[in-house]
């Protein structure tokens, strides 16, 4: 695509502050909850490795809780050792690159904003927004032809189906046991074709939401020496959280009842061992079309609030941003480029407790917005 930097007001032009890479870091929202060795929710590869079998690539590691039991008294222990069961997933990789043109010498020149430097700023942010969507579609099983609103992604012109890269097709549904709808007062199997109007977001789901990922030992992030969980969820739930009397006792009166209150500046607010955050990209059905929704007659509008845990997804992650700067057209014009590498996983493993393939470190909970 051209872009015509002459045509627009000075004022109208953000101002330019950092480079791609910085660009693209400081707008990711994702980058604050990625880890290594288990210690993230994002489970960041940034090296080529060989699992067990030899296979080479950018792998995802897991090592399988033991079985309770053991050997009593002076009983032998030598040669009745258990084995540790390690997994291995492998994350594919592709390249998402995006480019920008000026319309020429004399328009660079004459406006007051270098289009090399506001070049690499849109870069860097377009790229994080493009990597977060895929974060979130990726978590909620969510093909990556539907735009986090739930309506179809349309390409824009010049630019791929982002169906088409290579670790789309690895995008898998909720698993049975980490997938629940909520009806307004418990929790159920998930199945958003009887979604109601009704079934909206409380206090409650929070609560049942924890109860649920212990009992079924989903793996926990450590912050200050203490067992969490994430949950993000759309801001038009975190809207509706809040008008429910008791969310709103819970808060206040188990946080400080002071300005630095959550419930009072807006901050991100920890309950009952879970990390309430909010985010746009949330997956929802508001741009969806009637017929492609939820519910009786695929009409209603709902949302896929996700609690997470250690390792709820893995993001190959193994070079900084490529940055490209090409004249064309005579050296007339300027054309840069930026080139991504990477890839994304959401695991799935064996659970010793619920005796099946389960999410690894998601639970979805869906229901109306």
């Known amino acids: 695509m051209q872009t015509d930097f002459g045509a627009q007001k000075p004022q109208q ?5 950092h480079k791609a890479y910085r660009a693209y870091r400081d707008n990711l929202f994702w980058k604050n909850y990625q880890g290594s060795n288990g210690s993230g929710i994002v489970e960041r590869v940034t090296e080529i490795t060989k699992n067990d079998r030899g296979t080479t690539g950018a792998m995802l590691r897991l090592i399988a809780d033991l079985p ?12 009745r050792g258990q084995r540790l069961q390690t997994y291995w997933q492998q994350i594919n990789i592709d390249q998402i690159s995006n480019s920008v043109e000026n319309k020429g010498r004399l328009d660079d020149q004459g406006s007051v904003d270098n289009f090399r430097a506001e070049a690499r700023d849109k870069l860097g942010r377009v790229d994080a927004q493009t990597w977060d969507e895929l974060h979130f579609l990726c978590a909620s099983g969510i093909s990556f032809g539907l735009n986090c609103d739930g309506s179809p992604r349309v390409p824009a012109p010049g630019q ?17 046991n980490r997938h629940f709808n909520w009806t307004g007062t418990a929790l159920e199997a998930g199945d958003t074709s009887v979604i109601t109007a009704s079934y909206k977001p409380a206090y409650g789901m929070i609560i049942d939401a924890m109860t649920e990922a212990r009992s079924r030992r989903l ?26 009397d008791d969310f709103r006792t819970a808060i206040i009166q188990g946080l400080p009842r002071d300005p630095k209150n959550p419930v009072f500046t807006g901050a991100t ?36 609030s996700l609690l997470l845990g250690a390792q709820a997804l ?3 992650d193994l070079e900084v ?15 840069i480029c930026i080139e991504h590498m990477g890839g994304l996983l959401k695991p799935q493993f064996y659970s010793v407790y619920d005796k099946s393939v389960e999410d690894f470190g998601v639970i979805a909970i869906d229901h109306a917005i």
């Open 13 to 17: 032009i953000l101002n330019w502050r």
């Open 68 to 79: 309770t039991g053991g050997i009593i008294g002076d009983n032998q222990v030598l040669g």
């Open 160 to 176: 791929d189906d982002l169906s088409d890269l290579v670790f789309a097709a690895d995008i898998k549904p909720p698993s049975a």
């Open 219 to 244: 793996p926990p992030i450590r912050v200050g020496g203490q067992d969490m969980y994430l949950f993000l969820v759309h801001p038009r739930t975190y809207g509706t959280l809040k008008k429910d």
């Open 314 to 316: 893995g993001i190959a």
């Open 321 to 335: 941003p490529n940055m490209e700067e090409q004249s064309i057209d005579h050296n007339r014009r300027q054309s």
């Open 269 to 304: 607010i920890t309950l009952d061992g879970a990390i309430i955050a909010t985010h746009n990209s949330v997956f929802n059905t508001k741009g969806a079309a009637s017929g492609s929704k939820w519910g009786s007659g695929s009409a209603v509008d709902g949302t896929r």
